[in-house]
């Protein structure tokens, strides 16, 4: 059962542009979402995340914005730089039910075009 | 401050084998977090130790186990090893097990045939 779903394994984007990942869930008691980047032989690093109580969450180039309703989030990356070539994953938590145990999607790996 | 960093990077085993994979966490860390990653299932949660304690585990076999020392070093064993378990096993550390304070070690890659 999976609980946290990226549906794009990969996404092409031309550097400049913008590239907008998206991730669902299904279970109504994540309250907490995260996002993170995982380069090649590295472990993931954390990007941004977002409370429920908030529909949206910027932090320089990266916005995260949250659909409760849909039970969506996606992630906004603009202008996207090469760098930014890397696998994401969307990850979500319930506060309530012991945070620390993060269920995380599949992954999105990201290719960022000069 | 020196990140989290887990031995080996690399390991291969035969089935049947039994292995133990290490993590040290980032210093005055007491939360470790470990987690599976497999092409198509992404990253899958194993268990997690704080204060030497299991906090919280995961939906996988009783064959998977772990502990932790009184410096928050953790240890992750997985007995008769199964061609299914190759995998990046992740650990990650954080000062109270929030979920944005987890920060992520390099992995080891286990493969076994």
């Known amino acids: 059962d999976q609980q946290v779903k990226q549906n794009s394994p990969s996404l092409s984007v031309q550097e400049g542009r913008i590239s907008i990942l998206n991730c669902d869930y299904t279970?109504?008691?994540?309250?907490?979402f995260l996002w993170y980047k995982k380069y090649p032989a590295e472990g993931p690093t954390f990007l941004i995340s977002i409370s429920s109580i908030k529909d949206k969450n910027e932090d320089g180039r990266f916005t995260v914005f949250l659909n409760k309703s849909a039970k969506h989030l996606s992630l906004h990356i603009v202008p996207s730089q090469p760098g930014d070539s890397a696998v994401y994953f969307c990850?979500?938590?319930?506060?309530?039910?012991?945070?620390?145990?993060?269920?995380f999607g599949q992954g999105t790996r990201l290719t960022i075009n000069p | 401050k020196a990140g989290v960093t887990q031995t080996p990077r690399y390991l291969i085993k035969t089935r049947g084998q039994q292995v133990t994979l290490s993590c040290s966490p980032i210093s005055g860390h007491r939360s470790v977090s470990w987690y599976q990653q497999t092409p198509g299932q992404g990253l899958q949660f194993l268990f997690e130790?704080?204060?030497?304690?299991?906090?919280n585990k995961g939906n996988f076999p009783g064959r998977f186990s772990g502990r932790q020392f009184s410096n928050s070093r953790s240890e992750m064993n997985v007995s008769t090893l199964e061609l299914g378990d190759s995998a990046l096993y992740l650990c990650a550390s954080s000062f109270t097990g929030g979920a944005n304070e987890q920060y992520f070690g390099p992995g080891t890659r286990l493969t076994v045939t």
């Open positions: 130790y704080f204060s030497e304690t299991q906090r």
């Open positions: 279970n109504s008691m994540f309250d907490y």
């Open positions: 990850a979500a938590s319930a506060l309530g039910q012991g945070a620390q145990k993060l269920v």
